[in-house]
């Protein structure tokens, strides 16, 4: 079992910047990748980053040069950081940690960025 916790949601003006920040604990050995999507009720879900075990990163064509994902060493938190925030961006952001049969999700930390 993997628990994820997000958290660093907020209100921000266009331009601005927020950093996500999500606690992984539990089975956290079995995980093969983390990522961030983001998605409200009547919008369709999307992956906005990934990062793999090996380090590996990707981005949404929507956020590359804006946002970046990364961990801390114990590989226990990890971050997006979003910088140049637009309104569109505004969304849920949920964390989740793929395991090789388990895809587990965070409750989701809400971003609003206002014009």
């Known amino acids: 079992q993997v628990r994820l916790v997000e958290s660093g949601g907020g209100l921000v003006q266009a331009g601005g910047s927020l950093r996500l920040s999500c606690v992984v604990s539990?089975?956290?050995?079995?995980?093969?990748?983390m990522n961030w999507y983001r998605q409200v009720p009547g919008k369709q879900r999307e992956l906005v980053a990934t990062?793999?075990?090996?380090?590996?990163?990707n981005y949404a064509d929507s956020v590359k040069g804006r946002f970046t994902i990364s961990r801390d060493r114990t590989k226990t938190t990890m971050y997006l950081q979003m910088n140049s925030l637009k309104v569109e961006d505004t969304d849920v952001y949920y964390c989740?940690?793929?395991?090789?049969?388990?895809?587990?999700w965070g409750q989701g930390t809400q971003v609003t960025v206002s014009s």
């Open positions: 539990g089975s956290i050995w079995g995980i093969n990748a």
């Open positions: 990062i793999t075990t090996g380090g590996t990163t």
């Open positions: 989740t940690a793929e395991t090789a049969t388990q895809h587990y």
